[in-house]
């Protein structure tokens, strides 16, 4: 119990410490006019209270990533939890924060648009093709994931026999709808109620395992186990570890979504609370499902039998319904499902503003888009017949590697201003490493080749990426230039 608490208190102490460090160092503006005033359009750009707007990013972030994520770390013993709280506070956040201010002061931009600014029309032209195919990947994997766990909870516990096809065209259907009206129709309207069932999820699941009598948190474990490979199958943490757990502790595909809510913002200074905090809070709910993972079937064995045969969703639907009955497990599985739901619909939402943004193609009329959703939907179907497995392996993958390029992207921000860029350029250096080292030692991915050739490739690689972005960024922005182009960009646009 006390190893959940220290790591709940340090992510929350992570917010108020280090948050308002990170913050003082970007440089709010409050007095600036955010996007949703300078572009409200009632479609992308829409003021939104500050609550709502951190509900909204919050269901944004967190898919199935920070559940199904930190149940496969949990096969690691308690490091998956350290993780969890170092990469929330010191990675996630800090991503995520300038996710979303960097593209409030450029417009409400999406982040193939931000990365070209800062990092040239190379890296551009990468993160519009990259971004597309995560947010497909994403959107595939949050239609196949609920799909099968909500076919399988209604053939479990009813006499109707609902098959998989079924549950995805309805599960598309609402993603069509959501993608294409305006934000606040339906996301701003339903995610409240989608709160409601992801905290009695959080907070039931985690009180029931806390006071129950067969069950005791995180007993069996100890702080030293923070820095033990407890793998059951002998696999190496690094850096796999680091690949699994993304969502829970850094994600890219949240700097996808972020620009979502930075056309929603009314001021810059609720940006903490908003992208830092939906950071922090996803963090909590990673913790809840890693601390469960490994509380609930008492052995790391046991736990990786639950995997093995079932896979994560297994470990979700024993979990809940073994805590809280049939009733209340029923809420939970659904506070889980809504999740996946809640980040697919938004995926394919800024995947139409990508594609938008790169057309210069205006999105206000119901017509343009349905043009640029409709080829979304054609291929996020297609894929829905491929191996869920697969699929799942390249987001991991792909996803890391976003936040990488978001990560550059900050850091040579601050360069060109000659601020701290040692807060985003030191979780830059570290998951650069992590994802060379992981494609090039990946067998099934990548290359095969041995860890430590792998590991120090990837670490001769990232100070190369590390001198070239110093080399190009430090000192070269120009504050006047800067915020005139920043107000240029903030204008209302022309409509075609």
Not at 125 to 143: D, E, S, W
Not at 272 to 297: D, K, N, P
Not at 322 to 344: D, E, K, N, R, Y
């Amino acid at each position: 119990m006390m190893m959940f608490l220290f790591c709940v208190v340090a992510l929350v102490a992570g917010y108020f410490i280090y948050g308002a460090f990170v913050e003082k160092v970007f440089g709010i503006k409050e007095n600036r006019t955010t996007p949703a005033y300078s572009k409200q359009d009632g479609v992308d750009y829409v003021p939104m209270s500050n609550k709502k707007v951190y509900l909204v990013q919050l269901l944004n972030i967190a898919g199935v990533g920070p559940i199904f994520g930190p149940i496969m770390g949990a096969l690691y013993g308690p490091a998956a939890m350290l993780w969890i709280v170092l990469g929330s506070i010191f990675a996630g956040a800090v991503h995520d924060y300038f996710s979303g201010m960097l593209s409030i002061r450029n417009g409400g931009a999406s982040v193939p648009t931000i990365t070209g600014r800062y990092l040239g029309k190379g890296a551009k032209h990468f993160m519009n093709v990259f971004a597309i195919v995560l947010l497909l990947l994403v959107g595939v994997v949050f239609v196949s994931a609920p799909a099968s766990m909500i076919t399988h909870l209604v053939n479990e516990k009813t006499s109707v026999n609902l098959s998989m096809g079924t549950m995805v065209a309805i599960i598309f259907a609402y993603y069509v709808l959501a993608t294409i009206v305006p934000i606040d129709k339906i996301i701003g309207r339903l995610y409240p109620f989608f709160g409601a069932l992801l905290i009695f999820m959080s907070v039931g699941l985690i009180g029931a395992i806390g006071f129950s009598s067969d069950h005791t948190l995180l007993a069996n474990y100890s702080f030293s186990d923070m820095f033990t490979n407890m793998n059951p199958h002998h696999l190496p943490l690094w850096p796999a570890l680091f690949i699994t757990i993304a969502c829970g502790a850094i994600s890219g595909f949240h700097a996808t979504q972020s620009p979502l809510m930075a056309r929603c913002l009314e001021n810059e200074k609720n940006g903490r609370f908003v992208f830092f905090g939906a950071m922090i809070g996803e963090g909590v709910i990673a913790l809840i499902w890693c601390a469960i993972a490994l509380s609930f079937f008492g052995t790391m064995g046991s736990l990786g039998d639950a995997v093995s045969n079932g896979g994560p969703g297994n470990v979700v639907y024993t979990s809940s319904f073994g805590l809280l009955g049939t009733f209340g497990g029923v809420l939970a599985f659904l506070g889980v499902v809504i999740l996946p739901i809640t980040s697919g619909d938004t995926a394919f939402r800024s995947s139409r503003l990508i594609l938008a943004e790169y057309f210069n193609m205006e999105q206000k009329t119901l017509k343009s888009r349905l043009f640029m959703a409709m080829p979304l939907f054609i291929v996020g179907a297609i894929l829905t017949q491929v191996n869920f497995g697969i699929i799942w392996r390249y987001f991991g993958f792909a996803n890391q590697v976003t936040a990488v390029m978001m990560l550059w992207t900050a850091s040579a921000y601050l360069l060109r201003f000659n601020k701290l860029h040692w807060i985003t350029t030191i979780p830059a250096m570290f998951m650069t490493t992590v994802c060379i080292t992981f494609i090039l030692n990946s067998s099934t991915l990548g290359f095969g080749l041995p860890m430590q050739v792998s590991t120090i490739i990837g670490v001769v690689a990232m100070l190369f990426i590390t001198g070239y972005v110093i080399k190009i960024s430090k000192g070269k922005g120009d504050p006047l230039l800067d915020q005139a182009e920043e107000e240029k960009l903030n204008l209302k646009p022309k409509t075609l």
